[in-house]
């Protein structure tokens, strides 16, 4: 298994990217832990996986500095030090045109988004420095790449924001082995779709891509030899505009 012995961390990983994500990293051999707000969905997507491979739970709000470091501290205490960090916690709102758009939703977006992700990496990065080792793979999306009225100008603020810090940090790291990535997936069928203005049909659903498809582009950056980076990947559904 090219994972084995190696500890993954997932945020958001409950559902969708998330849970594909554990269930293809474990499925190589990882020792996974998922982390998420609410610790009854991720035990249920724990339980969906733990048929196969062990993978465990810790239900932890990435906004929250604090309890991103207890826990990764209980991380590093039950398996060691973080091998693989995957951010994929990310939220949206309904109203997210700015004419709409409630101060308080922004700042949660940003938060979540932006730096929660930032909290999780400053927690993890020390014993990946101490190892000179490190993949650190940032779950962004087109909308970072490119903003558009799809996504609200508070959701693409953010993942701009996780762009530019994911691009930063390799450029920092790199000589200390550690590679980070952004990867933008464009429409994805997962549960933030519940958020948008204007309710998303089920042909539209099986047309996008599925948690399984960015899951495999995880595992793809994930298993590559340490002399191999990847800056930046985009995914799209090939019926998506991308011009």
């Given amino acids: 298994m090219r994972l084995d012995g190696r500890v993954a961390l997932i945020t958001g990983g409950g559902t969708g990217i998330g849970q594909a994500t554990a269930q293809a990293l474990a499925n190589e051999g990882a020792q996974v832990v998922v982390t998420g707000r609410r610790a009854a969905i991720l035990e249920e997507a724990c339980a969906a996986i733990r048929a196969l491979r062990p993978v465990r739970s810790y239900a932890t709000d990435v906004a929250d500095r604090a309890q991103v470091d207890d826990m990764v501290a209980w991380v590093r ?19 997210r045109r700015l ?67 994911t691009s930063v940090l390799a450029q920092e790291e790199k000589d200390n082995g550690i590679r980070a990535t ?7 069928n997962t549960p933030i779709l519940d958020a948008r203005p204007v309710k998303v049909s089920e042909e539209h659903k099986a047309q996008i891509l599925q948690p399984e498809d960015v899951a495999a582009a995880v595992l793809f950056i994930a298993t590559l030899p340490p002399r191999a980076h990847v800056p930046e990947l985009l995914i799209k559904p090939t019926t998506q505009h991308f011009a």
């Fill in 77 to 95: 205490s039950e398996y060691g030090p973080v091998d693989i960090l995957v951010n994929n916690a990310g939220v949206n709102v309904v109203k």
């Fill in 99 to 165: 004419s709409e758009l409630d101060p308080e939703d922004w700042d949660t977006i940003m938060q979540v988004n932006a730096t929660g992700a930032y909290n999780v990496i400053h927690a993890v990065l020390p014993d990946m420095r101490a190892r000179r080792d490190g993949v650190i793979i940032n779950i962004s999306s087109l909308a970072g790449v490119r903003p558009a009225v799809l996504g609200g100008a508070a959701y693409s603020a953010s993942k701009h924001a996780l762009s530019a810090l």
């Fill in 182 to 188: 952004n990867l933008c997936p464009g429409e994805v």
